[in-house]
């Protein structure tokens, strides 16, 4: 062998030794950000806490726009700005936001998948209901596990702003800067160890953000989904409109109810439209799963490109999972997901 083909071959070794220092450089600095998002969260029901306790002579209108102020800030725009920071985002983007969030050159046949994306999360959402109907059913009652998988219903409320704040989080700020920290920011950190390894990362901490074991799962659903869409478009601008229109459903719902309650009477034409538009939502979700279920075998077919083959997919993800701040991640989400089911368990 010559002395060319060593150096070469120890080049490629060095090489890839120093990918696989990235990655892991990579996996600690998602760990970190994941963790100043939970204690951001936590900040913030603490801070919503004082606020409740000195808004004595505060209107209610008041109230619901600072607390709305303090969730965005608190839950959005700090953990964005320190995982941008951490991960140099913004000057990697700079000049670049109108690629980032091009529009992809067939638009209408993106948004089209919205009927299969609304599926086939909804579809997980309905099999969660399901295993909790049967725990609750055939293990005596109400446990631990049936009040984990119960779904986190926002109550209706008789303060309009309140209302229109929440829908404005929900189909404004949680889209776009949910959608920026995991698409964007999370998924292009991952994206030079494969696209796959991306997608599948990036929905497992989109789906940890929501708090709750319910929604873990069809929040990770519709994770993969939009990371699949952001992969094929190459934009955020897909996502960020698929989630608000995802979201909205639900904040439609949560404006009629709070119509009724503010109302404060049997409306007629108000209690019609809200059951049109329940009914309407099932026959959505139900259209949804069956075009999911049809478009299964192109899916199936559809290669997403992998830009690192030195290291299997299960060894990328022992990797990931392994790194300190991950754990220590992890350990903060179990705690904020499954803490009662834990301290239920102990207490017994």
């Not at 229109?164 to 950190?189: S, Y």
């Not at 220590?328 to 834990?342: E, F, H, K, S, W």
Request: hydrophobic share 55%; aromatic share 12%.
């Amino acid at each position: 062998m010559s002395i060319d083909s060593n150096e070469s071959t120890n080049n490629a070794g060095q090489n890839d030794e120093s990918k696989l220092r990235d990655f892991k450089v990579v996996c600690a600095k998602l760990g970190f950000s994941m963790c100043v998002f939970f204690i951001c969260r936590l900040a913030a029901g603490w801070v919503s806490l004082l606020l409740g306790s000195v808004a004595g002579g505060m209107s209610d209108a008041v109230f619901s726009i600072l607390h709305s102020v303090i969730l965005i800030l608190f839950v959005y725009v700090i953990p964005v700005l320190f995982s941008a920071g951490i991960f140099r985002s913004f000057s990697s983007y700079k000049g670049k936001y109108r690629i980032l969030y091009k529009k992809p050159k067939r638009l209408a046949r993106a948004l089209g998948t919205f009927p299969a994306t609304f599926g086939f999360g909804h579809g997980i959402a309905l099999l969660t209901l399901l295993v909790s109907f049967l725990v609750t059913r055939y293990l005596g009652g109400e446990t631990y596990i049936a009040d984990l998988l119960r779904p986190t219903v926002i109550e209706p409320s008789t303060d309009i702003t309140g209302v229109l704040a929440m829908f404005f989080m929900l189909v404004v700020a949680a889209p776009v800067f949910e959608e920026f920290l995991t698409r964007g920011v999370m998924f292009d950190a991952l994206k030079p160890y494969g696209n796959g390894f991306a997608i599948l990362i990036s929905a497992l901490l989109f789906a940890l953000m929501h708090g709750s074991l319910y929604m873990l799962f069809y929040t990770f659903a519709y994770g993969l989904a939009l990371g699949y869409i952001r992969y094929a478009t190459g934009s955020l601008f897909t996502v960020t409109i698929l989630h608000a229109i995802v979201n909205s459903i639900g904040a439609g719902t949560l404006l009629l109810m709070s119509l009724v309650e503010i109302t404060n009477e049997e409306s007629r034409l108000i209690n019609t439209i809200n059951f049109i538009y329940i009914v309407a939502v099932l026959i959505l979700i139900v259209v949804g799963i069956i075009v999911f279920i049809s478009k299964i075998p192109a899916i199936r077919k559809y290669k997403i490109e992998n830009t690192w083959t030195d290291i299997g997919a299960w060894k990328k993800t022992a990797w990931f999972f392994v790194s300190v701040p991950v754990i220590i991640m992890m350990v903060l989400a179990i705690n904020d997901i499954t803490g009662n089911l834990l301290l239920g368990l102990l207490v017994r």
